[in-house]
Nanobody, 123 residues
Framework: QVQLVESGGGLVQAGGSLRLSCVASGRTFSSYAMAWFRQAPEKEREFVAVISGSGSTTDYADSVKGRFTIFRDLDHNTVYLQMTSLKPEDTAVYSC????????????????WGQGTQVTVSS
């Protein structure tokens, strides 16, 4: 199992940028795919991005492709989500999740979750 703690959320104007961080501890970090999901008020949780254990494979939701970048620092057991060109519809609680091995877009595939960090984008 992996323990996850997110940080970096905040309030930003449309068009601005934020970088979210997720620090992992527990089992071997490089063996786990790491993903970001988000959930806006009164909406279902949705997939944002995922990165493989090695960092060699990434996948993004169509809504964020070209604007968000996921990357990981294996030396510090940290996964990042660099968010640029933010839009009001990006407003949500962003959560980091981990699962053993393969990438997945399904929230149900993940066993480990952080507490979430709020991102608010004003128009």
């Amino acid at each position: 199992q992996v323990q996850l703690v997110e940080s970096g959320g905040g309030l930003v104007q449309a068009g601005g940028s934020l970088r979210l961080s997720c620090v992992a501890s527990g089992r071997t970090f490089s063996s786990y795919a790491m993903a970001w999901f988000r959930q806006a008020p009164e909406k279902e949780r949705e997939f944002v991005a995922v990165i493989s254990g090695s960092g060699s494979t990434t996948d993004y939701a169509d809504s964020v492709k070209g604007r968000f970048t996921i990357f990981r620092d294996l030396d510090h057991n940290t996964v990042y989500l660099q968010m640029t060109s933010l839009k009001p519809e990006d407003t949500a609680v962003y959560s980091c999740a981990a699962r053993y091995r393969a990438n997945s877009r399904r929230s149900s595939a993940y066993d480990n979750w952080g507490q979430g960090t709020q991102v608010t984008v004003s128009s």
